[in-house]
Each structure stands twice: as C-alpha cells, then as structure tokens.
C-alpha cells in the first residue's frame, strides 16, 4: 500500500501519452533536487528498447554537477522496444533484471508493484536525511504494464503522489486533460503538471488556464533542442540545456517545481499529522463511546483504501529521520461495516459512478424512469432474489430506511385484510413476530420492530411484538452443532444437538420430518396461542435469514426459521405468491446477494417471503442504496384510484442512477465470480471437509481453520459462512457491552511482519482494523479478497488467540 516518509518524498512521473519528455523532464527534477544537496533515487520500474538508451542511464549520465548524489535503477529491462506487456512475452526477447529477477512468467501486478514498494523502502531505510525520488513510468497513463492491466491501476496501491507531463504536440490538450481525467477518477493525488513550451501549438496556454482553474501547480519548461547527429556534440548540447532549465534563476522553472513538491509532501504530512486532534475537537462518531478514547493516539486516520486494505496514518510513530512509513497497510476486516464487496476503490464501480453521474446527475422518480433504475429492478426482479415470487421493486436510501417501507407493506396488507377486527387503536399498536438479537437499522420504525434490549434504543422507542429466543448453528470443539436455548427446552437447562454434517443441517426439507421441527413447531405454535390469548396483535414474521448480524452474528438453525415461517402461514408449501396468515418479511441487507454464500437465503430455506430488502452488498460498498421487494399480493394492497391507499413514503434521491449504475455494475461483477476458481476452490474444500458431495452452504473461510478455532479453550463457538467468520468468546459478562473480545484481539491491529512477502499490496506488514459484538469477534472479507489474504488473516488470527 501507500508509503509515505517524513525524510522521503516521492512522487510519480505520468505520461500524458508517449513520447511527452517524460524522462527529460525527469532527469531535470532530479538534478535540480541534486542541486539542491538533497540525494535522489530515480526509479524506472520497466523499460524497453535498447540498453545503452535506457532512461535510467541516462538520468546517471546528465545528473550534473551533484551527479554523486543521484542513483538511478531500471526493476525490469527487456530489449524490445514495444509496450511492455508485448515486450514481456515476446519469446525472443531478452529478458533481464537490474535487480536479478529473473523468471520465466509475466511478473503479475502484486509481484510488480511489491518490486517497486520494496526499492522505495529501501531507500528509506538507506538514507538518514531529506532526499527525494521519483518512479518515472513507461508511456501515456493507460498504457499497459507487463500483466496487460493499465498502468494506471497497476500502479494504484502505490498511491503515489503523482506529477503528471502534459503533452505539447497536436492533440495534447485533449489527451492531456483524458490523462488528468483518468487519474483523478482513481482518486490521485496530482501535485503538478509540466509541459514544454512550445510556440505553435501553444498547448501550454490554455492548459495552463485550464490547471489554475482546478487549484493544479503548472510549470512551463522550455524545450531541448533538436538532436544532433555527432554523440558528442549531442551530449554537450543536452548538458546545456539541463544547465538551463534548472537553473535557480528561473521563475516558476524545474528549480522552484522541486521547492513546490516538496511544500506539497510537508502540507500533507501535517494533515496527517494534525487530523487526529482537530476530529476529537469536531466529529461524534457513531458506536463509539469518546468517554473510552484515550487521545489522538486512538484516533485511526485513513489517507486511502485499495483492495481490502486501508492506507491509515502511523505519524506517532515518525520522527524526522525515521526509516518507518507514516503510512502502512490495515486490512478492513469488517468489510467496512459489511459494505465492501469488490473491495475499495474498484476501477468499474467508480466508472459506473462517473457514467451515471455525468449522463443524468440526479433526476426526480415518481411516475418517472430511467435506465439504470429499470435494469436493476428488473435484475433484482425477474433473474435475482426475487426470482419467481416478487412483482415489484421499491427503492430507498439504505437498509433501515428499507426496512421501514417492507414494514409498512406488510402491515397495511394484513389489517386490510383482518382490519375489521380490530379497533383504530389496535391497528396502530400491530407488532411483529421476530427472533431475540434481531437488528433492522436505526430509524425508529426500524428499531419498533426488534426487541428493548437497551443497546440499539431510544427515548421513542416501542418494542411492538414477541420475539423467539433462536436455536443457534455453529462448530464446538471442531464439530458442527445446533445449540437449543432454554426456552425451548420445556424449562430444561440450555443444550446442544450434534449434527451429523454442517451439510445436514442447511439441509432444511430432509429436517422437516425430525422430531427436533416437531419440538420447534410445538413450541412456536404454543408462543402464538398465548399471544393470541393475551389479546397481543401481530401483522407480520420478520426475520434476518441465517445469520443475525449486529445481534451478536447469531447463525440460527435455518429449520427453526423455516418452522416459524410455515407455522405462521398456516402451510409448508411456501409455493403459492398470494400471503396467508401474516406477511413474511425477509431483512437480507446484510445476508444477501451472497455475503454468505447465496444470492438469496429462500431457496435454502425452502420458502419465499412476500416482502425482502436487500442493501449493502447491493452497491459494492460504494454509495448508499437499498431495494425492498414485494409479491403482487402485497403491491395489490396499496393499489386503488385513491391516491391516500397509495404507498405515501420515499425520500429525495429515491432510485438515483447513480447508485442504480452502481448495482448493476457490482451484480455484474458478482456474476463473474460465481465462476471464478477462487469460489470453485474454496467450494471444493468444504465440500471434501464435509464429505458429503456437494454442500449447501460454503465459506472463502478454510473449514479446517473455523473447526480448529472451535477447539481452543477461550472459545465458546465458531462459525462460518460465505465472506463471514464470526468467533464467540467465552465471557462471563458476554453481551454487547463487552469489552472481551476487543481487548484479545488488540494484538491484531499491530503491524507485524509475516514470514516471506507480506499478502499486503506493496509487501509491507500490516495490521486488522477490525470491529467486535461484545465478546463476539467477527472478520469479513470482500467477496474478491484472494486466498492468501486469507489464509495470511487466518495465520495472524490463529497466533493472537491460540498464544
């Protein structure tokens, strides 16, 4: 990931297109920084063509006067001079390394960009005091890197500070500002842009008006003369030039370039540095009670996030002339509250963004349509989770909001359907049949319909409904089990059933006939008399399918949730779209679209509810959205030539392209890892731990990893399905307000070294930002993490609570 040192600076030399004068204007910088006494690192991480014209020689040959002070090195040299992808794998090239790299295989990205992180560390180390660098590319922005990615992304987790060379021949204009354009849409830094001064064109001009506009530094540097046909001649007219254009006499010249680059370098360490304190002067987070933050030593500032890692600011550590990065990696171990899916900063989710964004901006919904908003409802509708039983698509801003509207759905549908029997007041005070630990957001409708537990409440808040206490799924001592609370143990204490399989248990319709569904049957059945005798009113089952997030990461025994839902329908078919009994609510905003495996829990289950509600995973992390789906039975209740029958809810930025774009491109990009080999593998190894063919339910977790877990003394439980590993402490004081499970792991978010290259971009140690449920610790990756992430966070999980 990003590295950034005190006494380092760095910056990244972009081409606007080829042939721009990259490397001259390079070789300029670095001598007007050698100039300055400061000692240089010139890097070119790939270059192609001859070896005797290679730019790294010749940087060494015009470093001047201070030419001592400059180093200069190539990473990857090849003799054709083509782009470096076709150099890579031409069979006749002679491939060869500065630093001996010698392999027979294209260098991939992480390979590639480890190589270039591991010289700027190097160099850190090697130097005591101020001196600058600079990582000089191969050709325009989007030309390709030896792996065929583009530059451009190749180089990303880097997140170099970059000075882009503007392109002074016909037609730079135009590709100048695309170069820009790219860049800024991944989020780079862009310190300055130089371009020669040429007088036809006069391209510098209006680029120069252009880059003022936008707060961009712009230097003008005339430009070298003419090639001569003699090499010595040649040679002392290039020495001349450079003694020209970095001569401290220049006014906005290559000399006071080098002083503005390094006023940019000092102005975002003091951010860096000062953003701790001035955010305990001015933000109140949420979850996090400041009476517990210590200082700004607790505070973690995040600069950037690539991939499933955050660049976060170590400044406490940084003295002037230290060798450690300001800045080093933090897996996002909670996927960002359950956000990410293709981790961040994904290249085509921020096109789809842009895409959206500059087609439409925002525009008003009701009565009204575009095309984002229509593929994604009809996505959703017809091919995904509501695949054969929804009818309709409602969108909103984000799962609680979501929630609110399912709710409403369902309770107008059941009081006009059994609303003559009840009085004005017994409609307004309908409950709802839940599970205990059940979480839906925090509006207050929301939060109306999850139990007073007094942790996710308020003043307004009115628990309205009964709720189950749920049998529980998990591995104890390295075996899949069924835990039964009391309550449903006809006043015995709590117990566990062994399973025969983790299989077995997910595998809902062969369970229905056990005695274990009669017993939770009996049980719910007997729960909804006494309710009905109490003369309690309910209008709606909602439940979070298989797994109860922020309850505690409660996997529950799907069998009990497929009894609850058939006994309150009155039948098992769950075939028919037309409700009975009480609409069925199914909150899958965390569940859904495959965090844990599945597109949709119905299918397992074996039932399809009448209303669902799917958020989070739904735009990849992006932007907030939410879709809340309903059968036609349900639509058909607010349907009339009344306009006050009509569902009367939605917000300003109701189905904004923008998301809409968002969640086509992230279901898109789901589709094609359904199919990927990591998915196939990591399928394939539950399938074989659980020898059983194959499973319904699978984890990126490795099985033999969570059942080892379950065996160690302090654990209670573990779990896993899809991207989610949850670990359950044992804990007197367990509950949320628990502070067990943080206090373990605190070991984690150190950055400790791994043996061989770390699975970090760019190699560096890194550490877990991670969150807790009291003494319950959960992990969670993107659906994209790789397997050696895993298998790394596996490896630093392991050490920290097995020790």
């Known amino acids: 990931m990003a590295s950034l040192y005190k006494h380092l600076r760095v910056h990244q030399i972009f081409g606007a297109n080829t042939d721009v004068g990259k490397t001259i204007l390079t070789t300029a910088l670095s001598r007007a920084s050698a100039a300055k006494k400061f000692p240089v690192f010139y890097l070119k991480p790939v270059s192609t063509g001859a070896l005797e014209d290679a730019d790294d020689r010749h940087v060494t040959k015009f470093g001047g006067k201070a030419s001592k002070l400059i180093q200069a090195e190539c990473l990857f040299q090849y003799d054709e001079p083509v782009s470096p992808h076709l150099a890579a794998r031409l069979k006749d090239s002679n491939q060869t ?39 000089e590319t191969a050709g325009g922005v989007h030309s390709p890197a030896l792996s065929g990615t583009t530059q451009i992304d190749c180089y990303r987790p880097l997140f170099l500070p970059i000075v882009l060379i503007g392109d002074s021949k016909l037609g730079g204009i135009s590709s100048t500002i695309s170069a820009y354009e790219s860049l800024l849409l991944r989020g780079c830094i862009i310190d300055a842009v130089v371009l020669f001064r040429e007088d036809y064109y006069r391209n510098w001009e209006y680029l120069t008006a252009y880059f003022k506009e936008r707060g961009i530094h712009v230097s003008v540097v ?66 996090v009670q400041h009476g517990t933050v210590k200082g700004p030593e607790d505070v973690t500032v995040i600069d950037s996030a690539y991939g499933d890692f955050f660049s976060v600011a170590r400044a406490k550590q940084q003295s002037s002339n230290s060798p450690i990065s300001i800045l080093s990696p933090d897996l996002d171990g909670s996927a960002s509250w359950w ?94 049949l839940g599970l205990k630990g059940s979480y839906h ?144 609510i199914f909150d899958e905003v965390f569940v859904g679209l495959n965090r844990i495996g599945m597109e949709s829990t119905g299918p397992l289950l074996g039932v399809n509810p009448d209303i669902s509600v799917n958020a989070k995973v739904l735009t990849g992390g992006l932007i907030p959205l939410c879709v809340t789906m309903a059968s036609k039975s349900i639509f058909n209740a607010f349907l009339s030539d009344k306009k006050a029958e009509a569902l009367l809810h939605g917000h300003s930025y109701t189905a904004h392209p923008i998301g809409c774009e968002v969640a086509n491109e992230t279901l898109a990009q789901i589709d094609r890892l359904e199919k990927s080999e990591d998915w196939k593998v990591a399928k394939g190894k539950w399938n074989e731990y659980q020898g059983e063919g194959e499973s319904k339910v699978w984890s990126l977790w490795d099985p033999q990893f969570v059942a080892e877990v379950s065996k160690l003394p302090n654990v209670k439980e573990a779990m896993s399905l899809g991207s989610v590993l949850a670990i359950n402490f044992e804990d007197e004081s367990a509950g949320y307000t628990s502070f067990f499970a943080q206090n373990l792991l605190q070991p984690l978010k150190t950055a400790s070294p791994e043996g061989g290259l770390s699975a970090a971009p760019g190699g560096a140690p890194y550490g877990i930002n991670y969150r807790t449920l009291g003494n319950v610790a959960y992990f969670m990756t993107s659906l994209n993490t790789t397997s050696a992430v895993i298998r790394s966070v596996e490896d630093k999980i392991w050490k920290t609570i097995a020790n």
């Open 222 to 287: 005339d430009p070298p003369p003419a090639r001569l046909s003699d090499p010595k001649e040649d040679a002392e007219a290039t020495e001349k030039y450079y003694e020209s254009v970095v001569s401290p006499d220049i006014v906005n010249g290559v000399s006071d370039l080098v002083d503005y680059l390094d006023a940019r370098h000092a102005v975002r360490v003091q951010d860096l540095e000062s953003m701790p304190k001035r955010t305990l002067e001015t933000i109140w987070w949420p979850f």
């Open 441 to 584: 957001g925090d509006t207050i409708g929301a939060m109306d319909a999850c139990e007073d537990t007094g942790v996710y409440t308020c003043e307004w808040h009115d628990a309205k409904g009964y709720w189950f206490d749920p049998p529980s799924v998990g591995f104890k001592d390295g075996k899949p089990v069924i835990s039964v609370p009391s309550s449903l143990s006809a006043g015995a204490k709590a117990h566990t059933v062994p399973a025969k399989s983790l299989s077995w248990i997910y595998d809902v319709e062969d369970r229905l006939h056990t005695p274990l569904a009669r017993a939770y049957a009996l049980y719910v059945r007997r729960a909804l008399d006494k309710i009905e005798e109490r003369g309690q009113k309910l209008g709606a089952l909602v439940i979070e399918p298989l797994l109860m997030g922020a309850g505690g990461m409660i996997f529950v025994d799907p069998l009990f949730q497929r009894v609850m839902i058939d006994t309150v329908r009155g039948r098992r078919s769950g075939k028919s779209t037309e409700w009975s009994g009480m609409p069925v």
């Open 97 to 135: 390394s500065r630093l001996c790299f010698l392999s027979s295989q294209v260098p991939s990205d992480d390979i590639f960009v480890k190589s270039v992180a591991e010289r700027i560390r190097h160099h850190a180390k090697k130097t005591g005091r101020g001196a600058h660098m600079y990582v």
């Open 339 to 432: 956000t990410q899916t293709l981790g961040h900063a994904h290249p085509a989710l921020t096109m789809a963004a842009a895409r959206a964004s500059g087609r439409y901006g925002h525009v008003m919904f009701p009565q009204a349509t575009h095309l984002p908003a229509l593929r994604l409802a009809e996505r959703l509708v017809h091919k995904g989770p509501g695949k054969g039983w929804a009818s309709r698509a409602f969108f909103s801003d984000n799962g609680s909001t979501g929630m609110e509207v399912a709710l409403k759905m369902a309770l107008r549908a059941y009081t006009l359907r059994n609303g003559s029997k009840f009085t004005r007041e017994e409609r307004k005070n309908l409950g709802v």
